[in-house]
């Protein structure tokens, strides 16, 4: 090929199975490989929540039909405390990074970034791949460390030491923490594969016309996760290596004077604070690694659904960098009561209420969207309206907690657990799910069943609200997380245990409405309506190839941009969207709001020229 | 099958070669991508690399000043270090060649390979600080500063390591011109990378 310059293959469809759905290197297919594998660690995650919910709500009480399913964690009918410990660090963890950030940026990120950009796939396919393969991995390493002896780690998903880094601690501080920091270890390598391609992507290979400013807000919104997680995850990655090096090899990186069972270990100097700061220098950046992307799905699907172009583009773009960038400057946050100058918690105050300022011109941005649109209601628009929803009230306590005089109060009790189960479990989660419901015409040329779709998004919505929101009362009376039961120390009112029972019963239900939307993709993937070419009347690029796309995406030829993703109702032309395809000769553009309402012949025509050069 | 389509010239950087040549990103307003998208690919992997030396290190200074104890370097460092800026001489020069050459001729190609040897004899010459500091009893567990040279001299030899695959993996794709040019500079500039974190590093574990 090389010495064919002007020719290439533009079909080089594998042929076999293998390399076409296995070890395949096309875009697509690993998106889907992401949005599967994710999507079992988070059932797998959902379950875990549930066994946690039982000594909780019935503490002491025998629950046969769990102990018979699941006899390795169960004593007596009883769940133990350190299977508890286990279930709540493993419940996280796989939420957190191998359900939310894998389907996110490796799902989403894959599927959207060459599409909208106008790409055949990502720059380094091969890489892409390999990043599949390796987080498939890691995953695996993962799962192994429910099954050794000891159990899997059991010190939170954020893995402070002690806990961590002292086999004899807990049983799970033995090789199922090891476990933990090498399937952690691994999960990063893969990630930091694929966010290279993302960014790089983004940048290089955007099609003739897509200029940055044109790009949908998705792209924006996933290609800046992609820096963050380049940025972040190395972090993560050392305070790994020096705790894997404190619990085998002897150092003292993170631990001082540490006595356990009557023995005094011969480690000084290390401090477990080190830990911390290394963790949450990523673990920051990481909650708006998963709620950026879902930003930018609901900002497309808002705009798509209110008919009108996103309000305030450019402010968007621009809280969308800000958030990236101020999200470095916050971590701080999560150590108030770790012992912090009052100065420095006064620094980390301030910015952390600063980053509140972009992500409300977002979220005003929204109702500006909406405000007098022609508002039609699929699916995907419920759960991108819910987002808005949750991630106003989710943001708010967040406010409350940025403030140490309240956090003192309130770290570590159900307030946070309330805090981030808004907006992780449920913000992001109708993020991705918004995004399936809209995408999957697009993945498999078929649309997912609306009466299925709709039922499953209104108990969702009220199902996590019922979830999450008495968790803040739990949390204002006391209430510390990652405690299995309370024994001769029970302080809580006794009527707690009704909000608990109210909780659990939430959750069941919520759990339960998920099998309606597995059930929906199933039946739609063989029986679902036939999708139009562009069944959403969208503006972005994917639309414009078939659905599902062939290999390479767009045929033989490259798809050219005119104008940006957002040229919805606009005066005066024949439609109420116009693809970002369509020269400006055949339809005007809302573009430069300003000029094109002027004269919107001349903005055209300058438009034209200016890409024409 | 393969259907094989003649691509206009205007967009042929998209999709020269399996879809993915340099010079895609028209997009951008005036035109062509910043740079070609190897490079960017290891600007970015550097980014994130460096990012990994920049959290080891803040732990190493921060850790070390409280100990107020630093570590001699054996000798042999000081020989390593001098190998591993020759390398990164060498690998330049070789780098100048082959850019007025277009393409790999024997001269370059020697330059080349004593890069690629002067990498390997570095990681052999760390192997043997190490083995010196062993000698001392100077041990993972003596001190902060001698725990953070082993983490911080391991972590910068697995990045060498994985450097010396890649200037394998282009020795092996020598007379690939193509090949050459994409990845000649950006394997280099990555090369070149890992000798100044290797100056950081030494400058790192003296701070006190
Ligand atoms: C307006 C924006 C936000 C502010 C001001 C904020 C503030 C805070 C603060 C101060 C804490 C520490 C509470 C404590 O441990 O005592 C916290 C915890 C947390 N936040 Fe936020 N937050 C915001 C948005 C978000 C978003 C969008 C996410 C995720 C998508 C998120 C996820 C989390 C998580 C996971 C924790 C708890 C981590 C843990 O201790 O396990 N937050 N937040
Ligand atoms: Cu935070």
Known sequence: MATQP??????????????????????????????????????????????????????????????????????????????????????GTLMVFFFLTAILLGGFGNLLIPLQCGARDMAFPFVNMLSYWVFLLSCLIMLASLFVTGGAAAAGWTAYPPLSAVAAAVPGSGLGQTLWLIAMAVFIVSSVMGGLNYITTVLNLRTQGMSMMRLPLTVWALFVAAIIGLLAFPALFAGAVLLLLDRHLGTSFYLDHIVVGGQHLAREGGNPLLWQHLFWFLGHPEVYILI???????????????????????????????????????????????????????????????IAVPSAVKTFNWLGTLWRGKLRFPTPMLFAIGFVSTFVTGGLTGIFLGNPTIDIQLHDTYFVVAHFHIVMATSAVFGVFAGVYYWFPKMFGRLMSERLGKLHFWLTFLGMYGIFFPMHYLGFMGMPRRY???GLLQYLAPDTQAIQLFITISAFITGAAQLLFLYNLVWSLWRGKRAEANPWQANTLEWQAPSPPPHGNWGEHMPVVYRWAYDYSVPGASQDFIPQTVPLEQEPTGEHRRAAVAAPELSGNGEAHRNGG | ??????????????????????GGGRGAEGGGPLMPTAQLFVWLLIVGVGMLFAALSSAAIVRIGLDGQTLRFPPIVWGNTAVLLLSSLVLGLAQWHVGRQGMFQPSSLRLFGGAVGCGLLFLLGQLGAWYELIQ???????????????????????????????LSALWINRRRGAVVRRWLGPVATYWHFLTLVWFALLAILQLR
């Open chain 1, 292 to 354: 950026l992307p879902p930003m930018g799905i609901v900002s497309e699907i808002i705009a798509n659904n209110a008919r009108k172009p996103i309000f305030a583009y450019r402010a968007m773009v621009y809280s969308i960098i800000a958030i990236g960038f101020l999200s470095f400057i916050v971590w701080g946050h999560h150590m108030f009561v770790s012992g912090m100058n009052i100065w420095l918690s006064a620094a980390f105050t301030l910015t952390t209420l600063i």
């Open chain 1, 6 to 91: 002007t020719a290439a293959t533009v079909h080089q469809e594998p042929t076999s199975f293998w390399r076409r759905y296995i070890f395949s290197m096309d875009h697509k297919v690993i998106a889907i490989q992401y949005m599967i594998t994710a999507g079992l660690m988070g059932i797998i995650g959902l379950v875990m929540s549930w066994l946690m919910r039982m000594p909780l709500t019935w503490p002491g009480e025998s629950i046969p039909i769990a102990a018979k399913i699941f006899p390795g964690l169960f004593e007596g009918g009883v769940l133990r405390p350190d299977a508890y410990l286990a279930m709540m660090t493993m419940h």
């Open chain 2, 1 to 22: 099958m393969r259907a094989t389509v003649v691509i206009p010239k205007e967009i042929r950087g998209i999709d020269g070669g399996r879809f993915r040549g340099d």
């Open chain 1, 484 to 486: 299995y039961g309370f």
């Open chain 2, 136 to 166: 001392q009893g100077i041990l993972l567990t003596s001190s902060s500063a001698a725990a953070f040279f082993y983490v911080l001299t391991a972590a910068h030899g697995v990045h060498v390591l994985g450097g010396i695959v890649a």
